[in-house]
């Protein structure tokens, strides 16, 4: 008798699974992935699996961390930056623009003390933020067309700047916080550290953070129940702006050189971190927790394929393909929560 009524339970515990599976699968295929790159580059190569190579990862993820902890606010919005590789790239320009180059570096520059080098490039991320901001929630622009146009006049104010010229200088505290270390542990990865929790708690404990969760589950709901969603919007697209300069400002310093173009390649890892991780296009699913995962994932992809010595141009191929299964997986999830939703 006791066997006759324990399969009825067993059988509605394994239906009660698979919805919850199903629920969580934009969560649990980035952990899932992160486990399989490990174990498969720690048996592919003896020398991943150290802790001088996880330093490496660590250090490899940092600037892009810093740049998608904006982000992450942005796309839980619903919303997305094209810009913050261009932004990230015109403030580590300014910073050093505005900092004393030597003699032999050719670029007419405006030197000024470190505090107001850097206060000024932080000035400079925050506007072009802000016309982001008037430009998504003022005049209506989509933050696609929005953000592409300013990826455009930040690359153009970089040109300005450098004219073509390499500047090498940048505020002592910046060499510090992006080349040097203390104990061991470089300070930039510190440095994204402190800025993931911080973005994790401002998400997680305030008001603010609920509102942003709220505008990206249901904007319409969110104006509804008296939420100023613009005022939101406008506050993420400046926060994503000034992560990006900060990124740009200690990515300068870890690099050793500003110059153009030199953040292309972040627009891509920074939405690919975000996406990859789990934090949902369509909005109001996802946070900081997910982002961390997904730097992870790229970290040890991009550090991984290096160690198998594999081609390049197959890495590139290998990164796309997993961006793609996110974006599907993604996809899928949202159609899952709407079928539940019915």
């Known amino acids: 008798m006791a066997s006759s009524e324990t399969a009825p339970a067993v059988g509605q515990r394994v239906r009660g699974l698979a919805p919850f599976l199903r629920s969580q699968m934009r969560n649990i295929a980035p952990f899932l992935t992160l486990i399989f790159l490990s174990g498969f580059f720690a048996l592919a190569s003896p020398s991943f699996a150290t802790l001088d190579n996880l330093g490496n990862i660590l ?26 590789a261009s932004i990230a790239n015109v403030t580590g320009i300014a910073v050093a623009y505005f900092t004393l180059q030597d003699s032999y570096v050719n670029i007419p520059n405006i030197p000024l003390p470190g505090a107001a080098a850097i206060l000024l490039a932080i000035l400079l991320c925050a506007l072009l933020g802000l016309v982001n901001a008037l430009g998504l929630t003022v005049i209506g622009i989509p933050s696609f067309i929005m953000t592409l146009a300013m990826m455009q006049i930040a690359a153009g104010i970089s040109a300005l ?61 969110a104006e509804y129940s008296g939420l100023n969603v613009k005022l939101i919007l406008g506050a993420v697209m400046v926060i994503s702006a000034v992560c990006s300069g900060i990124g740009g400002m200690l990515g300068v310093a870890h690099f050793g050189s500003a110059q153009q173009n030199e953040f292309d390649t972040y627009l891509l890892d920074s939405i690919a971190a975000v996406v990859v991780g789990g934090t949902s296009l369509f909005g109001g699913r996802g946070g900081i927790g997910n982002t961390i995962v997904g730097l992870f994932v790229l970290g040890v992809l991009n550090n991984g394929l290096d160690h198998v010595n594999i081609d390049s141009f197959l890495k590139i191929l290998i990164r796309g393909l997993i961006l793609l299964a996110a974006l599907v997986i993604n996809v899928y999830a949202q159609r899952l929560r709407e079928k539940a939703a019915e």
Request: net charge positive; aromatic share 8%; hydrophobic share 50%.
């Open 59 to 84: 250090t490899q993820v940092s600037v892009t961390g810093i740049i998608a902890v904006g982000l992450t606010f942005v796309i839980l919005c619903a919303e997305i930056d094209l810009s913050i």
């Open 161 to 221: 700047l450098v004219r073509g010229q390499i500047a090498y200088k940048v505020p002592g505290v910046i060499t510090t916080l992006g080349s040097g270390s203390i104990g061991g542990i470089p300070w930039i990865v510190i440095v994204a550290a402190i800025m993931l929790l911080g973005g994790h708690l401002v998400l997680t404990y305030t008001r603010f953070g609920r509102y942003v969760y709220m505008v990206g589950g249901n904007r319409e709901a």
